[in-house]
Nanobody, 116 residues
């Protein structure tokens, strides 16, 4: 049973920073692609960043240069360092795991609120 548990969300002022964590269990973490997605009220869920098992990363244009995704395969954890946060970054952030067989799993989400 794959489980993903996000943490690190909260309320921060514009220009501030937060670090999200997503702890995984129940799979061979090092073989998985991991991703962060977000969903703002009234909007569709969108990709924020992904990182492959080899460490290749991909970012949405809106967060390039401000957010950094990383992973620790020993701790089965993926991180999202978010700097220079803007009010438009306000959303529920979800962790996603994609197995080497193409199955995907989602965490429960963590709220990030950026005040202006």
């Amino acid at each position: 049973q794959v489980q993903l548990v996000e943490s690190g969300g909260g309320l921060v002022q514009s220009g501030g920073s937060l670090r999200l964590s997503c702890a995984s269990s129940g799979s061979i973490f090092s073989l998985n692609t991991m991703g962060w997605y977000r969903q703002a009220p009234g909007k569709q869920r969108e990709l924020v960043a992904t990182i492959t098992m080899l460490g290749s990363t991909q970012y949405a244009d809106s967060v390039k240069g401000r957010f950094t995704i990383s992973r620790d395969n020993r701790e089965n954890t993926v991180y999202l360092q978010m700097n220079n946060l803007k009010p438009e970054d306000t959303a529920v952030y979800y962790c996603k795991l994609i197995t080497q067989y193409g199955f995907d799993y989602w965490g429960q989400g963590t709220q990030v609120t950026v005040s202006s």
